[in-house]
């Protein structure tokens, strides 16, 4: 079995039923990329954050957002020490290989803005002094719809940070049986032991970079970015930080499927997943999912993209 199997189905013990969604971590984890897991409360979206960051050997933090979460309680802050007369930097909770942000979006914007440094350029200024962050470095945040009570829409800025949205939703009936059964006596988290090491996290990161895709792959993704910035629905198409991440992401998927080629369906696969919490959509218009789904169906595929050497 595949390292990356072994990853998957240690967290598909804990997660029931959510195969694609825990792919898509995953894949997110190995494109160094940042996850955001939205939904209604209860579904699982903490589970799958903590089961996958347990399945890893890494440094773990967990910052639990609210109201008044200051930003430096997650970047760190300098501490004055009187007898010394001198300042010690005590770090924050983003120094770690994987930040967990639970209910990201019931902190305030400016404290949701602490991370857009740290999780685009892989480091920390506090006090004029920068401060690297250790690689690899990944950010799961989860948060609840923006018409929940109480909480505040993420800043544009930082979602197009997220390297893909992904929902959980409801589990159909034998996993929520399933999910009585096991859970009735016991936390399934509990029984979870890490399966792969952070070296081996860095070599996977590394065979994921090497993955080839062809020019016609790297076509495919861009005139996909560039197909959600005139269409007629969308008010504000993907960035090209969206199609660097979509090539990136499309990479992971293709080494969890045991290639070393990308394939135009790991990029088909991977678009709602990466571009639709990037697009703003005109008022009055269809929801940003269909809108993405449609743009993948009317996208041609170039020829030649079967993307292998």
């Known amino acids: 079995m595949s390292t990356a199997r072994r990853v998957l189905e240690n967290v598909e013990s804990v997660v029931d039923g959510k195969s694609e969604a825990v792919e898509t971590a995953f894949v997110v984890l190995l494109a160094e990329g940042h996850l955001l897991i939205e939904d209604v409360p209860g579904v699982g979206k903490t589970m799958l954050a903590r089961a996958l960051a ?11 957002f609210t109201p008044d979460l200051l930003p430096s309680d997650v970047t760190g802050v300098s ?30 914007p400016k404290t949701q803005s602490a991370l857009l440094e740290a999780m685009e350029e892989r480091q920390v200024t506090v006090d004029g002094v920068t401060r690297p962050l250790e690689r690899p470095f990944t950010v799961i945040a989860t948060q609840n719809p923006y018409e929940m009570e109480g909480t505040y829409a993420l800043p544009e800025a930082q979602r197009d940070r997220f390297t893909a949205r992904i929902s959980m939703g409801y589990p159909d009936v034998d ?62 198409g993907a960035s090209p930080r969206a199609t660097l991440q979509l090539v990136r992401a499309a990479k992971a998927r293709a080494h969890v499927y045991g290639r070393d080629y990308v394939l135009p369906d790991d990029v088909a696969a991977l678009v709602p997943a990466v571009f639709a919490h990037r697009l703003v959509p005109m008022r009055g218009s269809a929801g940003v999912e269909d809108t993405v789904r449609r743009i993948v169906a009317s996208t041609p595929v170039p020829a030649g993209a079967s993307g292998s050497r």
């Open 79 to 108: 501490v004055y020490h009187q007898a010394s007369g001198s300042f010690d930097f005590k770090p924050g909770a983003v120094f770690a290989n994987i930040v967990i942000g639970d209910e990201i979006n019931r902190a305030s």
């Open 175 to 236: 996993a929520e049986l399933e999910m009585v059964r096991d859970r009735d006596a016991s936390n399934p988290l509990d029984r979870l032991r890490p399966v792969l090491g952070i070296d081996d996290l860095r070599a996977m990161i590394a065979a994921c970079r090497a993955v080839h895709v062809s020019a016609a792959v790297e076509r495919y993704c861009v005139d996909l970015a560039r197909a959600t910035r005139v269409d007629t629905d969308v008010r504000l």
């Open 54 to 64: 347990r399945s890893v050997d890494c440094t773990v933090r967990r910052i639990q």
